[in-house]
């Protein structure tokens, strides 16, 4: 079982940075991957970013070059630093975790944070 608690969302201006953490617990936090995904209202939950086990990621078009997600597992956490943000990454984000390698289907990740928010004013 694992338990994941994300935070560092807010108001941010367009332009401007801001960086989300996802904490995890329990012991088998390790096994997995971890990734992000945020939802706008009104819209499906969409895929952002990807970390594997050994740091391997990828990104969503939307936010290549902007984005960047990292792992520190002495901390059991993943980050989302987020740079030059838009209005259009207005969105609850969550992490989640998976096994499988390379996912950016959210069925395939198992344990989920409860969100939060992130508002870009223009």
């Known amino acids: 079982q694992v338990q994941l608690v994300e935070s560092g969302g807010g108001l941010v201006q367009a332009g401007d940075s801001m960086r989300l953490s996802c904490t995890a617990s329990?012991?088998?936090?390790?096994?997995?991957?971890m990734g992000w995904f945020r939802q706008a209202p009104g819209k499906e939950r969409e895929f952002v970013a990807y970390i594997g086990a050994i740091g391997l990621t990828y990104y969503a078009d939307s936010v290549k070059g902007r984005f960047t997600i990292s792992m520190d597992n002495a901390k059991n956490t993943v980050y989302l630093q987020m740079n030059s943000v838009i209005p259009e990454d207005t969105a609850v984000y969550y992490c989640?975790?998976?096994?499988?390698?390379?996912?950016?289907?959210?069925?395939?990740?198992?344990?989920w944070g409860q969100g939060t928010q992130v508002t870009v004013s223009s």
């Open positions: 329990g012991r088998t936090f390790s096994r997995y991957a």
């Open positions: 989640a975790a998976t096994i499988s390698a390379y996912s950016r289907n959210r069925n395939d990740y198992v344990y």
